[in-house]
């Protein structure tokens, strides 16, 4: 029987380990631990599982992969050190960045042999900063593969989160690469791609009439997804509803519990081994947002892809027993610019601008109608540049820009190309329109003078393939972010065929830096530097290995994975007094269910 449908703890109860969240962190440790013979608990405050994972793009930077190898691509560990020390400066930490580097390996290949979570290269993803000594161009990151949700029990499918609507197509998720390019060809009219997308779309309604639900999952609720059915496999409980009032600890100070507060009663778990914080940093802490984020006067100002429950629990459960938090980072946030979506229910949705900066025809600029930034560089830096091109005590925004023929052809935001129509978006005044560019300028509030200037210079030099003033495009990350048929360079195109089209875009994150100060082996550490006894940070509740720097896609996933995985095999290692008895054919289970496609390892 799937441990879904066991009714969570009523009373006192005791496990090995209990875990505090349930996004791509919370969830490793869980499998990692229960997968070598322990007893995990996991609880989450939310009604469902999955956190800020769920709703991401799923993909986790991982270099040295074994999928990596298994193409032909084996790197010198040399070159990801490299990389990185150019990139974090002063803040690379050896000790830790060594642990990830030694682990990430690991991780891939433990969950891809022995559990549920099977994942697929991504060979095309290029480091972020070309130009950096160690930079890679492909084979450095792991997606889920995609998974059809009827294979998990329909009671854990009631836990699972579903996809951020705001970035889906009616629910339904599209992944990046050959998914994604299959749609964006359908907007040319292209055969293949219109049945791919009718396909993909009548399978997703057919979907919602008989489950209620998106069932073709990918990106992020594909990795919560497979994450989910692992640990159902391995005996895990998890009890959703259910949130972490305070740590308890022993006349030694060790962490040996937690009290919990169900939906109908509290009760308090005993962990023999450890507890594992994994609640999702403090993204929606609007009193930290007003504290840490910069040029954020009142905390309001900043809009976070995150669900509300990563308000800083983790750090004030942790800081109660006497934690360090850090927050000597680059950054508090991993930025990405959002634009806010108002929906015909009163409700304000976030939609994360990924894709679209880099596709030609498009430009970001500020009131003042000037470019900031390389918009075709990663979505932290678009955020970095908005920033510090905006004099202090000036709203921070900008708009995206571009013309008729991009909307058509390309995403805008949140508005679709062809065939999808613009009117929703122009009804809600999501998408603003001007005949010409001193029209569209005067109704976003832009300099009109100014904005024609820069388009015209813009246009000049895309003509040549050229932007002397940011580099657009001189990166393979720059350059696969583009348009392949585009020429002479994949990311720059003229903007000049009216109608105009805008899209506001503001400061908005994917998760915190900023968090408790943890040690090599994700130990979190007291004022003094020492571990705290028992207790353990994985996923956005820990500082940031990489110290607040964003040096490519997947490095919030890639370390969550990482280090949840080495928590909970390091956890199993240890001793403990009273070692709780765990199912025995919980291993067996997974075991027998798994596909192994790589050689064994751990």
Known sequence: MSTATKPSAPADTT???????????????????????????VVERAAVCGGATSYSGGWAWAPGNPLAKADGVDEDPEEFRTYLQHRLG??????????????????????????SLQFTPGAQ??????????AGTG?????????????????????????????????MGIMAGPDLGKFLSASTGSIPGLIHAAKRVTTHLLSLAVYRRNMQLVNGTALTGRLMKSADDLGVEISVSTAAEQLVTDSTGRITGVKVKGSTKEYTITATRGVVLATGGF???????????????????????????????????????????????????????????????????????IMDRAKPGSIGVLANGKRFVNEANGYYDYVTGMMQATEEGQQVVSWQIADSRYVRRFPLGMAKP??????????????????????LATKCGIDPTQLEATVKEFNANAAKGIDPDFGRGETAFNRYGGDASNTPNPTLGPIEKGPFYAVKVVPGSFGTFAGLDVDSSARVLDQNGAPLPGLFAVGNDQASVMGGHYPAGGINLG?????????????????????????????ANTQATSRVRLGAGR
């Open 15 to 41: 496990a090995d380990v209990v875990v505090i969240g349930s996004g791509a962190g919370g969830l490793s440790a869980a499998v990692a631990a229960a997968y070598h013979g322990l007893k995990v608990i």
């Open 139 to 171: 084979h450095r990151s792991v997606g889920p593969a995609p998974y059809d949700a009827r294979q998990i029990p329909r009671e854990l499918r009631a836990k699972m989160r579903h996809q951020l609507y705001a970035t889906s197509f009616l629910g």
């Open 283 to 353: 993204p929606q802490n609007l009193e930290l947002r007003q504290e840490l984020f910069p040029k954020t006067p009142t905390g309001a100002e900043h809009w976070t892809l995150t669900p509300p429950e990563a308000d800083g629990a983790g750090l004030r459960l942790a800081q109660a027993v006497g934690a360090r938090f850090n927050t000597d980072v680059a950054s508090p946030a991993a930025w990405c610019p959002v634009s806010l979506i108002r929906y015909p229910n009163g409700t304000t949705g976030t939609f994360p601008h």
């Open 418 to 439: 062809l065939p999808v129509p613009l009117t929703p978006y122009l009804r809600s005044g999501y998408l603003i329109k001007g005949d010409t560019l001193a029209e």
């Open 90 to 115: 002063e803040r690379y930490n050896a000790e830790r960045v060594d642990a990830f580097l030694a682990g990430a390996p690991q991780m891939v290949d433990f969950f891809h042999n022995h559990t």
């Open 125 to 134: 993803i290029k480091d972020i900063y070309g130009k950096t000594p160690g």
């Open 559 to 587: 370390p969550a994975l990482t280090f949840g995985y080495l928590v909970g095999r390091d956890l199993a290692a240890e001793p403990a007094q009273h070692r709780v008895e765990h199912t025995a054919s919980a291993r």
